[in-house]
């Protein structure tokens, strides 16, 4: 029974002895494999042959739509309203009455003001003859004539209160949904409705401040707007005179001819920005920059290695960026597996 027990115990550790042998005999060849792969198996990847070409240099932007004038319409005096004179979301013109306020109590006020100016001039009228004669001394003329003035001035307010209550339009435009009804007693604070002109609208987007000396007034844009494909034109005609602070941008200023009315005020506006034209331009994909710290940096075929280059690059496109230093036609962009590339690492290169 010892015996057997004996030799039970010599074939497990023979064979465990044998298994562990196989596991650091394996991993000892996987580990002589992987050096050898590093530094012998190159790596397969894509590239393409740097070309010069012109680039239009457009900068795409995104910018909102102003109404070219916006105003909300109040009464400057308080009263009951008598009387409205425009129809919700049509067109009204300039100087156009739009509501009217009761002004019974002002037009007695001006009639009673209006006595007192007669009666005042009446004895402004007599102290001159008076004073002519000798009969009455400057300082009595002087009086008449303040009276006189004062009264001329009560009655000149008591006009200016009345043209009041006739509110006009200060532009054509649309107006909008009324918050008033014949009858209704207002205040200063009460909104009316809005007057809105959109016969030309504004689009206002701002650029990073490295463009600023690029835009020109009177340069023009184009824009286009959610759930259209049609693109507009808009003609730039008021730029800020400083850069923002808290941004580092610049706010722009365009206007656009709406006459059509298919723009509306408050959307959002896709906006293409053209700076200029480049002739030999190099323009690379996207996916071949590599971002790092210093800024960003390209790998080149130099001799069956990837050779590492930092790259100056600025306009980028949905599929495409500008270089402005670092690469030169005739260089072969590597453009695939170039996050975990390294400098001098064997690669074989298949050329698009």
């Known amino acids: 029974m010892k015996v057997k027990n004996l030799v039970y115990a010599l074939l497990i550790i023979g064979i465990g002895g044998f298994i562990a042998y196989r596991v650091v005999s394996n991993k000892s060849k996987n580990d002589d494999s992987k ?21 239009d240099n457009n900068l795409s932007l995104s910018g909102s739509i102003e109404a070219n004038e916006q105003i909300e319409i109040h009464s400057e005096v308080s009263g009951i309203v008598e009387g409205i004179y425009f129809n919700e979301g049509t067109n009204v013109t300039k ?34 003859l008076l004073l002519q004669k000798e009969a009455i001394s400057q300082e009595e003329f002087d009086v008449a004539n303040a009276d006189y003035a004062s009264a001329q001035a009560q009655s000149q307010l008591i006009r200016a209160q009345i ?58 844009i184009e824009f286009n707007v959610s759930g259209s494909n049609k693109n507009y034109n808009a003609k730039i005609y008021a730029i800020e005179p400083e850069v923002a602070v808290a941004t580092r941008t610049l706010q722009i200023r365009a206007i656009a ?35 790092v710290q210093s800024g960003k940096k390209v790998y080149i075929a ?14 980028r496109t949905d599929a495409s960026i500008l270089i402005l230093s670092g690469l030169k036609a005739g260089d072969t962009l590597i453009t695939s597996g170039v996050m975990s590339l390294k400098n001098d690492a064997p690669i074989k290169v298949k050329v698009k």
């Open 302 to 315: 130099n001799m069956g290695k990837a050779k590492e280059v930092m790259v100056d690059a600025t306009t």
């Open 257 to 291: 001819d709406n006459t059509d009315g298919k723009l509306f005020p408050g959307t959002f506006a896709d906006v293409k920005l053209p700076l200029n034209t480049i002739k030999d331009a190099i323009v690379v994909p996207s996916e071949a920059i590599v971002p």
């Open 35 to 55: 050096k050898s792969g590093d530094k012998n198996s190159p790596t397969t990847v894509s590239g393409i042959v740097v070309k010069t070409t012109t680039f």
């Open 163 to 220: 043209g009041k209550t006739s509110v006009r339009a200060p532009f054509s435009g649309k107006v909008g949904l009324r918050s008033i009804s014949p009858g209704t007693y207002i205040t200063p604070t009460v909104l009316v409705a809005k007057l809105v002109n959109t016969s030309k609208l504004k689009i206002t987007f701002s650029i990073p401040e490295k463009y600023a000396s690029e835009v020109k007034s009177g340069s023009t």
């Open 95 to 128: 100087g156009q009455v739009l509501f009217k306020v009761n002004d019974i109590e002002l037009r007695a006020q001006l009639r009673q003001a209006a006595t007192k100016e007669s009666l005042a001039g009446e004895n402004e009228r007599r102290a001159k």
